[in-house]
């Protein structure tokens, strides 16, 4: 696999700063607590534990909790049917993923845990 290239990795950290900052504008604006968005915030980090059987266990357990299109989803679907009582919840998980990209972390290649679509280091 080649390695990312910069000025794409870079469009790609920028994104995740983008989501992260709107994530944490809609939480202030919902006005919920800092406290459980402090406590929560690493939540989706627990989708590393499948790691512990295999790396194609946890690459997909890690990536069905690190994409937009999970909670991006459920957050639609809360905001048609008009009960946003979990929508904190999203906009935390949207906040960690877009955190993780803004360091630099991504998607998981079944391969090993340091393959991922930022960045694609050689086996």
């Known amino acids: ?4 290239a910069q000025p794409v990795r870079a469009l790609l950290r ?3 700063m983008a989501v992260f900052i ?5 939480y202030w ?18 989708a590393m534990l499948p790691y512990l059987l295999n790396s194609r266990a946890g690459a997909a ?4 909790a690190h994409n937009y299109v999970v909670p991006l989803v459920l957050a639609a679907i809360l905001l048609a049917s008009h009960g946003d009582r ?12 877009g955190m993780d ?4 972390y991504g998607l998981k290649y ?9 960045s694609s280091p050689a086996v």
């Not at 357990?61 to 069905?64: Q, S, V």
């Not at 079944?110 to 930022?118: E, N």
């Open 1 to 4: 696999m080649q390695p990312v």
């Open 14 to 16: 920028a994104e995740g």
């Open 22 to 26: 709107l994530s944490l504008f809609l």
């Open 29 to 46: 604006h919902a006005a919920r607590s800092w406290w459980l968005f402090a406590a929560l915030l690493l939540t989706p980090d627990l």
């Open 61 to 64: 357990a890690y990536n069905l």
């Open 86 to 97: 979990f929508l904190p919840y999203l906009l935390i998980w949207t906040a960690h993923i």
């Open 101 to 104: 990209r803004m360091m630099g």
């Open 110 to 118: 079944p391969a090993g845990f340091k393959q991922t679509h930022l």
